[in-house]
DNA sequence: CGCAGTTGCTCCAGTATTGCATAAAGTTTA
DNA sequence: TAAACTTTATGCAATACTGGAGCAACTGCG
């Protein structure tokens, strides 16, 4: 069964509640002013907007804002129980779960060790029994049913297929259709996208007016290396699924580490957390995950200081050629390796040094607020934003 | 005075007479049917749009073409002689003067030498009295006017006050609004861009209905080396205006030749045009051209062949971690070094051996078919694609 | 307290767009 | 040659959006 099948085949020019939505969602605005502000649909859209949200069941208003020198804001809100996205962010060898209220807030949350070589139907079958098991164990009015599914996964996504394709780091999964399988355990609507696609989605969520339309680039370093591009405020994920792409990007005047694409001296050879952690382990450390690493190297141990330090730099001096041809106004930093104020530091002073002045003058480098959750957030907005662009859910019950 | 003040300022929803005038003038569309196609709109709001612009003067029906099956369509053409809208297309030591009237033909063309470093009034008073004498001399109708200028410029131009900043090759030019200069001239409206997004933009002009929604990466290699990005057919300027600056890319292991930027080993060092025709000379040949030594390597000449090689593998080089991280569907040589065959072998070589396969399976590498011309076509598009944004300019006459 | 000023929301006439039904004008097939 | 089909264009009722007028509700000042 395709995807396609459990997602409604909307009418073509249906007003797009996920502008209405989405500004809800992250707090961006909360009353039908601030929507008019924030989407540049004119007051009397909104009012229109809302008023059929609210008899559909999606919205509720709840009492009044500030006033701000006039009349008071009516306090909009997305109804939380009107549905559950569950949430799965796989990693190479762990995975987090989420489960996604559709007015954002994470209700649930749990982080397992899991080998994603153990290939897409255990792996799935796994993740879904944790969801199921979660909606079970939450304690969410019992109509709150989940609604669907959101899938990150560490490879490259087809964005015609949905397909993962060619992943290095995920054996057992090239051309597989995680919809597909995920559909074999639940009828819901899936939807999968890349893990770093994912957390720069999530950053998104509760940047304010002006980053919304924001230029930005997030760089996801924990074993691996990916990174997610927002263009004008939305994902960019090129002509094919797999834009930004840094793995394997040669580093100038580095060792000849063999790569898995095939190639030597790739950034994901050298700075991956993977390679760093090999490099402890070569040099005779008894170091078996990145945590151990960075934690090493906050009590200052050389060589675990040394190498985040270095793969800071050579993950900067690839930036840097991404910032001068992309000219983002933001630059975030995410997985476990931003939690390393060595690394960080490195990053930062090679960007500053090999990029354009003009090209940093206005560029924000920051490391992500969401460690941890940030995929998971990303996931159900994707979700959520496929649903709602239009009526794609069937209308609710009335608010109580 | 500002540019805007020129620029009639539209009522916020208007119809965007654009999406109408563009498929005509690039010729991607001939008829209602087709145009309804190619913009997405309803066939009823394409014939409404349709009337109003023949009404005010814009469009005629000419005949019609051929049937594929059924009734023949109505051919529709942009009367040209509407208006002209005057190019110039900057170099560092040339200038390409174009006129083009609104039908998007190019019905004069001048190239010039000329020395930008003479500053921006005499460079503009010049380029300015150039465009006036060439109106005077061709035979277009009396009553099609001069009705605004478009430039390129080889630097960077901010998008927010539309100044050059920081333009490396351009002495002088820091800070100047090139539509403030040429308006002290002559009483028109001015846009300004970088002259490699012009000659992007330009390659957009006659792509298919596909491609004209594409992610395409144009390269500019002459004297100095430029970048153009469009994103989702539309051209991407980042976050200040200089997306698509990869002349300061550290070239991995390379000679630390100094760059006006001020750092070592740049791309724009290293590859462009001058660096090659200052190399030659180095070595004691009397060459003050890349045109000569483009001929010099057609003839085999064993130093300019190894240059221009050499050229080619170092921006083959930059341009795969631009194709990894953007995964375009197209990538364009452009410039004076595009016409060398060994520089574009380089270029490929390197590209298809740094790239991940997936990132070039569905790339096409081409090289510009409108050497010379790319820049005053892409020059014209910008401008007209402003004019009629919305019903910029008056209505006209009705067509005779 | 009254009144001006500000902010939030709603009502309404006018315009833009759409989907569908229908007509127009061809080609192909039997 | 008639019937069936294709492609192109138009007419019309329904829907969506907008700007602006006007109402509602609150603050602050004299």
Redesign the interface.
Known sequence: MSTSELFRTPPRHAPQNVEILGPLRSGRATSRAALAKATGLSPSTVASRVEDLIAQGHIVEVGHGESRGGRRPRHLEIRGDAGLVGCIDLGVDRATFGLIDFAGNLVGERHLDLDIAAGPHDVLSFAVAQLVDMVEQSDVPSHTRLRGISVGVPG?VSSTTSRI??PSRMPGWNGVSVAEVVQRDIQLPVVVNNDANLMAAGELLDADEAAAF??QVFVKVGSGIG?G?V?GGEL???????????S??????AAAVPCS?G?TGCLDALASGNALVREMQLAGHDVHTVEAMITLARDSHPLATRLLRNAGVMTG??L???V??????RLVLGGVLADSAVFVAGVRSTLYA?C????T??LTVEVTRHQGTGGLRGAARMFLDRVFSTEGLPPLTPAP
Chains 1, 2 share one sequence.
């Open positions: 490259p394709v060619a924001a230029n990174c591009i263009s960019y994920t090129g002509s094919n699924g797999w834009a930004g792409d840094i394997h990007v040669s580093v100038p005047g694409c190639r001096g690839v840097a050629t991404i001068n041809f992309f000219n983002p106004d090999d354009l002045p003009m090209a003058e206005q």
